[in-house]
């Protein structure tokens, strides 16, 4: 009898079970597979699953007080025009998050006209006081640098110049008269240095786009290489177009009286009064 306890007490310490345990048995082999699944994280055939929660929208920008402020300042109707009033749409620019930036509010297919349109999903202002339209992507399509009279200038490599013009600015086509612009006028690179001039008539051109334009014998030829033909009155500016079409000058009046061109590409060229 003691002999059969002293086997049984080194069986129990073999197999490292305490004394009076009860005899270990191997768990069934369905419960084994179970415990793989549970560790795998698979769900067993026919239980229920949960459904992979919906991606969240990406969340609005976060502005700061600047641009904000600067937003809340340039929110307006605008209307948006290629460089000879030919293409045009309104379109307008609001403070309210929208995109990447802040939103943008036009009719796309009026805008088709314009092709870079399509492209634009918001706008935001830059600290240097220029407005940029931005892609889906944040990237800048078009930025636009202030000019005069409360609209906004753009020169896109390959494209061609655009403004942005508050439509208030337009009534301003009205104050500015024909009578105040026909006349001659000298153009200059620098004040007080004129090297032509040129006089605008009030009757039709000949190629039908404005009035003419009458140049003075002497003029600087490098000047005129874009061939001025016609003037028109837009925007409270008075574009001067070339014998192609394709060609505009737009001249913005200064606080002294004289007018200049806008955008200022390269060298300055400024028209006064003799």
């Not at 698979?42 to 969240?56: E, F, K, L, Q, V």
């Not at 990447?100 to 036009?106: Q, R």
Request: include cysteine.
């Amino acid at each position: 009898m003691a002999r059969r306890h002293l086997l049984g007490l080194a069986a129990a310490l073999v197999v490292g079970a305490p004394l009076g345990a009860p005899p270990l048995h191997a768990a069934p082999v369905a419960n084994q597979a179970g415990a793989q699944m549970v560790q795998r994280g698979d769900a067993p055939s026919g239980a229920a699953t949960t459904p992979a929660a919906a991606p969240r929208p990406p969340a609005a920008p976060r502005l700061d007080p600047a641009v904000r402020e600067a937003a809340a300042r340039l929110a307006a109707p605008f209307r948006l025009t290629n460089a000879d009033g030919s293409r045009s749409c309104a379109f307008a620019l609001k403070s309210e998050p929208g995109g990447p930036g802040l939103a943008v509010e036009f009719d796309r297919q009026a805008c088709a006209i314009i092709a870079f349109s399509a492209q634009v999903a918001a706008w935001l202002p830059d600290p240097s006081g220029s407005l940029r339209l931005l892609n889906a992507q944040g990237r800048t399509v078009a930025e636009f640098t202030e000019g005069t009279n409360g609209s906004y200038e753009a020169l896109r490599e390959g494209d061609g110049v655009y403004f942005l013009a508050n439509p208030a600015v337009a009534a301003e086509d009205a104050e500015l008269k024909v009578e105040e612009v026909v006349g001659e006028w000298d153009l200059a690179r620098q004040a007080g240095a004129p090297v032509c001039r040129w006089t605008l008539l009030d009757q039709p051109a000949a190629n039908g786009a404005g009035k003419a334009l009458a140049i003075a014998s002497g003029c600087d030829q490098a000047l005129l290489r874009f061939g001025p033909v016609a003037w028109d009155i837009e925007g409270g500016n008075i574009l001067v177009r070339g014998d192609s079409g394709a060609s505009v000058i737009r001249f913005a009046r200064q606080e002294d009286g004289g007018w200049a061109r806008t955008p200022e590409r390269g060298r300055p060229l400024l028209m006064n009064r003799p």
